[in-house]
């Protein structure tokens, strides 16, 4: 899925959903749009948000957080509407469980499109075995490793330096050294991140 411009985009959805949003730059340069956009005394009334619209707005950050298609959406909502348990935490979970978002996670790179170029150019590996997926999903107990071939591979440069101040989920262990990692537990709500209301996901294609 190709993103387009993130600052613009992060902007319009209210939300620092990308790793390069969330620095000063971008809190400062949102800050100047605002300030100019009020210039000469005047001011915008902020319209009042739908239901629908608000449904439509959560749906657009979760598929721009996690890179995915629409078709790919419609398809996890259906499979979080399937079977038992809570359809709104089947949903999180179905995201976090890809690939490209756990290599993410693992701290091994910056953003989720790194995540998913890694994974599509063959640089990592579950359970020892070469995946090209980034929309693979992991189970409790599979290991993700970067391929020994590809340690040195630019994308990986800093991995070293990050490992020893990152700290992954508590749904997954990782190796300080080597960035390998082990899914140990379902996917839990990363502390300080902004939550997405998957609720209101799910109404949204209820209402489509």
């Known amino acids: 899925m190709r993103i387009g411009p993130k600052y613009k985009i992060a902007r319009r959805l209210g939300e620092r959903i990308f790793p390069k949003t969330q620095?000063?730059?971008?809190?400062?340069?949102g800050m100047?749009?605002?300030?100019?956009?009020?210039?000469?005394?005047?001011?915008?009334?902020?319209?009042?948000?739908?239901?629908f619209g608000r449904q439509l707005l959560e749906k657009q950050k979760a598929k721009y957080t996690y890179g995915v298609s629409e078709r790919q959406f419609v398809g996890y909502v259906a499979k979080a509407r399937g079977g038992r348990g809570?359809?709104?935490?089947?949903?999180?979970?179905?995201?976090?469980?890809?690939l490209d978002n756990v290599v993410f996670r693992m701290g091994l790179v910056r953003s989720r499109a790194f995540a998913r170029q890694a994974v599509a150019h063959g640089h990592i590996t579950v359970n020892g075995?070469?995946?090209?997926?980034?929309?693979?999903?992991?189970?409790i107990g599979d290991k993700i490793a970067i391929r020994t071939s590809s340690r040195d591979n630019g994308i990986f440069r800093e991995l070293p330096e990050k490992m020893k101040e990152y700290t992954?989920?508590?749904w997954m262990v990782v190796d300080p050294v080597t960035g390998d990692g082990e899914v140990k537990g379902e996917p839990l709500v990363k502390e300080g991140e902004p939550?997405?209301?998957?609720?209101?996901?799910l109404e949204f294609y209820s209402r489509v």
């Open 23 to 29: 620095t000063t730059k971008f809190v400062v340069s």
């Open 32 to 51: 100047d749009a605002r300030s100019q956009s009020n210039q000469g005394g005047k001011s915008k009334r902020r319209k009042t948000m739908s239901d």
């Open 86 to 98: 809570n359809p709104a935490e089947k949903l999180f979970q179905l995201l976090e469980s890809r």
């Open 129 to 139: 075995r070469k995946l090209t997926i980034p929309s693979y999903h992991v189970k």
């Open 168 to 170: 992954a989920p508590a």
């Open 195 to 201: 939550i997405l209301q998957f609720s209101s996901i």
